[in-house]
């Protein structure tokens, strides 16, 4: 199959909300390519020539660097030979992903002047992850102007996979960088633009928290620099649950190492953690962990609110409960059914137990 007609299929699967292009979420800039449903890296659509041995230890060495084993890594990616142009593109995308990881960004810079006149050889997500990579390693070196140059050209290649997480990732980075330089405006203006384009997904997937995880991080940054303090907790906290749940350790890490930074800070607290599950009233998720599942109460205002109500107090009686979301008196006789029957909606969107009433009274654990 010619590159052409590789890159033709690949831009199909990423514009379809169905079918989301993701990357590995590690950091805010720079990520691995895979597909959510098999959480299978895209580079294998574009190197559908290379040889099985090829593609399961490129497949071995992303994940030991998602994993953080940098050293391991290195170790497999010596073993790889590259047989054409796109295969040591993305050996070099690799590379510098460990360089990444070893804050070695001087080096990321060395391979991207390397490779920069070559990188029409990859696929279009694969240029934009090169791009990325090259945009943080000039950010962290104080270039400011040329970290913007490969963004926005990273940015261009993204309206072509409106749904692929490497899309949020682009504007995420932009976010981070124009907050950090003052520029408030332009950094509102593309945080709206991520927001917007997460109200248009349809299907709430480990893809979607994905794309979610990136633009809790681009809100973090953008509160931080813009001395909004609650907000950039509310975001961290949200962040640190998405993190565990998709099991990203350099995730956690980085959000509980931000948390610690704002310290002596009260705060209303707006992400609630149970025995077993997570609530994120203003992302609209239930994060289940043992075993994992997750439910998003997008449109679906009344059990919001109640699930909401639940959470703020250790435990509501009949009458109240029923008295906050309805806005009337509750009458045993006549209204019975109906709290049983909103009781027993809410209890299938939380795990097993989670939802308990007894003696007149309702409670979450």
């Known amino acids: ?20 292009t993701t990357l590995d979420d590690h950091s805010v800039a720079a990520m691995f ?15 559908s020539q290379s040889s099985k041995n090829f593609s399961s230890t490129l497949e071995k060495v992303r994940n030991l660097i998602t994993t953080g084993y940098s050293m391991a890594a290195q170790t497999e990616l010596e073993k790889l030979v590259p047989s054409n142009e796109a295969e040591r593109f993305e050996l070099a995308i690799a590379q510098m992903k460990i360089y990444e990881l070893q804050r070695n960004f001087v080096a990321i810079t060395r391979i991207g002047q390397k490779f920069f006149e070559n990188k029409h050889h990859a696929s279009l997500v694969s240029q934009m992850t090169f ?8 950010h962290m070196q104080e270039r400011h102007d040329r970290a913007l140059v490969f963004l926005n050209e990273a940015k261009d290649i993204s309206t072509l996979y409106p749904h692929a997480l490497s899309a949020s990732q682009v504007r995420a980075f932009l976010v981070k960088i124009y907050s950090e330089l003052g520029k408030h405006r332009e950094a509102q203006h593309e945080l709206g633009i991520l927001r917007s384009s997460l109200r248009g997904s349809t299907i709430i997937n480990g893809a979607y928290l994905d794309r ?22 509310s975001s961290l906290l949200s962040g640190l649950e998405l993190a565990k749940w998709l099991e990203y350790t350099h995730c956690i890490a980085q959000c509980n190492a931000d948390l610690k930074a ?11 953690r149970f025995e077993n599950w997570s609530y994120l009233p203003e992302e609209d998720l239930i994060l289940a962990f043992n075993p994992r599942d997750l439910h998003s109460l997008r449109d679906k205002d009344l059990m919001k609110t109640t699930i909401s109500l639940l959470a703020k107090h250790q435990s509501l009686s009949n009458e109240e409960l029923f008295h906050r979301v ?39 654990k």
């Not at 199959?1 to 989301?20: D, W």
């Not at 390519?33 to 190197?47: K, M, S």
């Open 1 to 20: 199959m010619s590159i052409e007609k590789n890159l033709n299929a690949e831009k199909q699967l990423s514009s379809k909300p169905t079918s989301t």
């Open 262 to 272: 704002i310290n002596n800070h009260d705060f209303e607290l707006k992400v609630y």
């Open 212 to 233: 979610l995880y990136a633009v809790l991080r681009a809100q973090y940054h953008f509160y931080k620099n813009t001395q909004q303090v609650d907000g950039a907790v």
């Open 326 to 364: 309805s806005g009337r008196e509750y009458r045993k006789d006549s209204d019975d059914n109906y709290l049983r029957s909103l009781l027993s909606k809410v209890r299938k969107l939380l795990p097993d137990g989670a939802l308990s009433y007894a003696n007149g009274r309702v409670w979450m």
């Open 33 to 47: 390519l895979r597909d959510f449903r098999g959480r299978t890296d895209v580079a294998t659509i574009t190197l």
């Open 131 to 138: 791009l990325q990579l090259l945009a943080q390693a000039e």
